[in-house]
Protein backbone atom coordinates (compact mmCIF):
# COMPACT_ATOMS: atom_id res chain seq x y z
CA UNK A 1 0.00 0.00 0.00
CA UNK A 2 2.29 2.62 0.68
CA UNK A 3 4.40 1.73 -2.37
CA UNK A 4 1.27 3.24 -3.93
CA UNK A 5 0.91 6.13 -1.74
CA UNK A 6 4.41 8.10 -3.47
CA UNK A 7 3.25 7.54 -7.15
CA UNK A 8 -0.63 8.66 -6.45
CA UNK A 9 0.59 11.85 -4.11
CA UNK A 10 3.04 12.85 -7.24
CA UNK A 11 0.28 12.48 -9.58
CA UNK A 12 -1.71 14.74 -7.53
CA UNK A 13 0.88 16.90 -6.91
CA UNK A 14 1.06 17.12 -11.11
CA UNK A 15 -2.16 18.30 -11.32
CA UNK A 16 -2.56 20.58 -9.05
CA UNK A 17 0.91 22.58 -9.69
CA UNK A 18 0.45 22.18 -13.55
CA UNK A 19 -2.90 23.41 -13.56
CA UNK A 20 -1.99 26.43 -11.04
CA UNK A 21 0.79 27.45 -13.24
CA UNK A 22 -1.00 27.32 -16.56
CA UNK A 23 -3.41 29.57 -14.82
CA UNK A 24 -1.14 31.91 -13.40
CA UNK A 25 -0.33 33.06 -16.87
CA UNK A 26 -1.35 36.45 -16.86
CA UNK A 27 -2.35 36.92 -20.32
CA UNK A 28 -4.22 40.29 -19.77
CA UNK A 29 -0.74 41.92 -18.33
CA UNK A 30 1.45 40.39 -21.72
CA UNK A 31 -0.52 41.16 -23.87
CA UNK A 32 -1.19 45.05 -23.11
CA UNK A 33 2.78 45.45 -22.30
CA UNK A 34 3.75 43.95 -26.03
CA UNK A 35 1.28 45.77 -27.67
CA UNK A 36 1.04 48.80 -25.65
CA UNK A 37 3.68 49.37 -23.11
CA UNK A 38 1.17 49.78 -20.77
CA UNK A 39 0.48 48.32 -17.58
CA UNK A 40 -2.82 47.04 -17.44
CA UNK A 41 -2.87 46.95 -13.66
CA UNK A 42 -2.30 50.81 -13.74
CA UNK A 43 -5.52 51.75 -15.06
CA UNK A 44 -9.35 51.50 -14.61
CA UNK A 45 -9.94 49.37 -12.13
CA UNK A 46 -6.38 47.88 -12.31
CA UNK A 47 -8.05 44.02 -13.04
CA UNK A 48 -6.16 41.64 -15.40
CA UNK A 49 -8.97 40.58 -17.14
CA UNK A 50 -10.40 41.36 -20.68
CA UNK A 51 -12.79 44.11 -19.07
CA UNK A 52 -9.87 46.08 -18.00
CA UNK A 53 -8.15 45.51 -21.18
CA UNK A 54 -10.63 46.50 -23.17
CA UNK A 55 -10.27 50.11 -20.76
CA UNK A 56 -7.11 50.54 -23.20
CA UNK A 57 -9.00 51.23 -26.16
CA UNK A 58 -7.85 47.91 -27.91
CA UNK A 59 -11.55 45.76 -28.72
CA UNK A 60 -8.54 42.88 -30.16
CA UNK A 61 -6.94 42.51 -26.79
CA UNK A 62 -9.76 42.64 -25.01
CA UNK A 63 -10.84 39.36 -26.91
CA UNK A 64 -7.75 37.88 -26.94
CA UNK A 65 -7.34 37.68 -23.33
CA UNK A 66 -10.92 36.81 -23.25
CA UNK A 67 -9.96 33.72 -25.24
CA UNK A 68 -6.93 33.21 -23.41
CA UNK A 69 -8.00 33.10 -20.02
CA UNK A 70 -10.80 30.94 -21.05
CA UNK A 71 -8.43 28.95 -22.95
CA UNK A 72 -5.83 28.11 -19.84
CA UNK A 73 -8.68 26.88 -17.49
CA UNK A 74 -10.20 24.59 -20.40
CA UNK A 75 -6.66 23.48 -21.26
CA UNK A 76 -5.78 22.48 -17.53
CA UNK A 77 -9.21 20.38 -17.76
CA UNK A 78 -8.56 18.65 -20.99
CA UNK A 79 -4.59 17.88 -20.45
CA UNK A 80 -4.55 16.73 -17.26
CA UNK A 81 -8.29 14.38 -18.78
CA UNK A 82 -6.10 13.54 -21.40
CA UNK A 83 -2.60 12.30 -19.37
CA UNK A 84 -5.29 11.05 -16.43
CA UNK A 85 -7.60 9.31 -18.32
CA UNK A 86 -10.34 7.80 -16.15
CA UNK A 87 -9.59 9.43 -13.13
CA UNK A 88 -11.72 12.48 -13.75
CA UNK A 89 -11.04 14.03 -10.14
CA UNK A 90 -7.08 14.79 -11.06
CA UNK A 91 -8.40 16.77 -14.32
CA UNK A 92 -11.12 18.53 -12.29
CA UNK A 93 -8.11 19.34 -9.41
CA UNK A 94 -6.36 20.59 -12.46
CA UNK A 95 -8.95 22.86 -13.90
CA UNK A 96 -9.64 23.82 -10.29
CA UNK A 97 -5.89 25.18 -9.93
CA UNK A 98 -5.73 26.69 -12.76
CA UNK A 99 -8.61 28.70 -11.73
CA UNK A 100 -6.80 29.59 -8.60
CA UNK A 101 -3.84 30.20 -10.22
CA UNK A 102 -5.93 32.97 -12.32
CA UNK A 103 -6.75 34.52 -9.67
CA UNK A 104 -3.87 34.38 -7.47
CA UNK A 105 -0.76 34.31 -9.53
CA UNK A 106 2.44 33.45 -8.15
CA UNK A 107 4.19 36.35 -10.68
CA UNK A 108 2.32 39.02 -10.01
CA UNK A 109 2.71 38.84 -6.17
CA UNK A 110 -0.71 36.60 -5.76
CA UNK A 111 -3.39 39.83 -7.05
CA UNK A 112 -4.65 38.07 -9.89
CA UNK A 113 -8.29 38.56 -12.00
CA UNK A 114 -11.88 37.45 -10.69
CA UNK A 115 -11.63 34.74 -13.42
CA UNK A 116 -15.24 34.98 -15.00
CA UNK A 117 -13.77 33.96 -18.44
CA UNK A 118 -11.60 30.68 -16.46
CA UNK A 119 -14.43 29.93 -15.56
CA UNK A 120 -16.21 29.72 -18.53
CA UNK A 121 -13.89 28.04 -20.24
CA UNK A 122 -13.21 25.45 -17.47
CA UNK A 123 -17.17 24.63 -17.44
CA UNK A 124 -17.22 23.90 -21.09
CA UNK A 125 -14.30 21.71 -20.57
CA UNK A 126 -15.45 19.94 -18.12
CA UNK A 127 -19.05 19.50 -19.04
CA UNK A 128 -20.02 21.53 -22.34
CA UNK A 129 -23.81 22.08 -21.65
CA UNK A 130 -22.85 22.96 -18.04
CA UNK A 131 -21.15 25.69 -19.70
CA UNK A 132 -23.66 26.43 -22.14
CA UNK A 133 -26.25 26.84 -19.74
CA UNK A 134 -24.36 29.02 -17.53
CA UNK A 135 -23.21 31.15 -20.40
CA UNK A 136 -26.82 31.00 -21.56
CA UNK A 137 -27.72 32.81 -17.86
CA UNK A 138 -24.59 35.13 -17.99
CA UNK A 139 -26.34 36.30 -21.21
CA UNK A 140 -29.78 36.64 -20.39
CA UNK A 141 -29.35 38.36 -17.40
CA UNK A 142 -26.79 40.71 -18.92
CA UNK A 143 -29.10 41.72 -21.08
CA UNK A 144 -31.77 42.52 -18.38
CA UNK A 145 -29.67 44.18 -15.63
CA UNK A 146 -27.02 45.53 -17.96
CA UNK A 147 -24.77 44.86 -15.36
CA UNK A 148 -21.50 42.35 -16.34
CA UNK A 149 -20.87 41.29 -12.83
CA UNK A 150 -24.42 40.71 -11.62
CA UNK A 151 -24.73 38.28 -14.75
CA UNK A 152 -21.40 36.86 -13.57
CA UNK A 153 -22.58 36.14 -10.20
CA UNK A 154 -26.05 34.45 -11.23
CA UNK A 155 -24.54 32.11 -13.15
CA UNK A 156 -21.71 31.27 -11.33
CA UNK A 157 -24.56 30.45 -8.43
CA UNK A 158 -26.27 29.01 -11.08
CA UNK A 159 -23.76 26.54 -11.99
CA UNK A 160 -23.74 23.68 -9.10
CA UNK A 161 -27.26 23.30 -9.70
CA UNK A 162 -27.27 22.94 -13.28
CA UNK A 163 -24.47 20.49 -12.44
CA UNK A 164 -27.15 18.17 -10.72
CA UNK A 165 -29.73 18.08 -13.40
CA UNK A 166 -30.44 15.03 -15.41
CA UNK A 167 -28.66 16.08 -18.72
CA UNK A 168 -26.41 12.71 -19.01
CA UNK A 169 -28.27 12.92 -22.82
CA UNK A 170 -26.47 15.87 -23.49
CA UNK A 171 -22.84 14.75 -22.49
CA UNK A 172 -23.31 15.96 -19.10
CA UNK A 173 -21.62 13.88 -16.42
CA UNK A 174 -23.66 12.89 -13.53
CA UNK A 175 -20.37 12.84 -11.73
CA UNK A 176 -19.38 14.51 -8.29
CA UNK A 177 -16.22 16.08 -9.16
CA UNK A 178 -17.46 18.20 -11.57
CA UNK A 179 -20.25 19.31 -9.24
CA UNK A 180 -17.53 20.07 -6.51
CA UNK A 181 -15.67 21.75 -8.81
CA UNK A 182 -18.65 24.22 -10.02
CA UNK A 183 -19.15 24.69 -6.32
CA UNK A 184 -15.64 25.68 -5.34
CA UNK A 185 -15.24 27.91 -8.57
CA UNK A 186 -18.46 30.08 -7.90
CA UNK A 187 -17.80 30.36 -4.30
CA UNK A 188 -14.92 31.81 -5.20
CA UNK A 189 -15.46 34.23 -7.74
CA UNK A 190 -18.67 35.43 -5.52
CA UNK A 191 -15.40 36.54 -3.24
CA UNK A 192 -13.52 37.80 -5.19
CA UNK A 193 -16.66 40.27 -6.29
CA UNK A 194 -17.24 41.61 -3.10
CA UNK A 195 -16.80 45.00 -3.88
CA UNK A 196 -19.04 44.71 -6.79
CA UNK A 197 -21.66 42.94 -4.86
CA UNK A 198 -21.42 45.84 -2.18
CA UNK A 199 -21.93 48.45 -5.15
CA UNK A 200 -24.93 46.70 -6.32
CA UNK A 201 -26.70 46.65 -3.10
CA UNK A 202 -25.90 50.33 -2.72
CA UNK A 203 -27.05 50.96 -6.55
CA UNK A 204 -23.64 52.08 -7.44
CA UNK A 205 -22.65 49.55 -9.63
CA UNK A 206 -21.91 50.70 -13.34
CA UNK A 207 -24.30 49.39 -16.31
CA UNK A 208 -22.62 47.98 -19.62
CA UNK A 209 -22.76 50.64 -22.39
CA UNK A 210 -22.93 52.91 -19.62
CA UNK A 211 -21.30 56.58 -20.24
CA UNK A 212 -19.15 58.07 -17.54
CA UNK A 213 -20.55 61.55 -16.49
Given at each position: ????????????????????????????????????????????????????????????????????????????????QALFPGVPALAAIAGG????GHLFPVWLGFKGGKGVATFFGLL??????????????????????????????????????????????????????????????????????????????????????????
Amino acid sequence: MQDLVGPALGTLALAAVGGYLLGSIPFGVILTRLATGEDVRSIGSGNIGATNVLRTGRKDLAFATLLLDAGKGAAAYLIAQALFPGVPALAAIAGGAAFIGHLFPVWLGFKGGKGVATFFGLLLAAAWPLGLLAGATWLIVAALFRMSSLAALVAAAAAPIYAILPLESLGLPSSGPVFVLAIVTAALIWVRHHENIARILKGAEPRIGAKKG
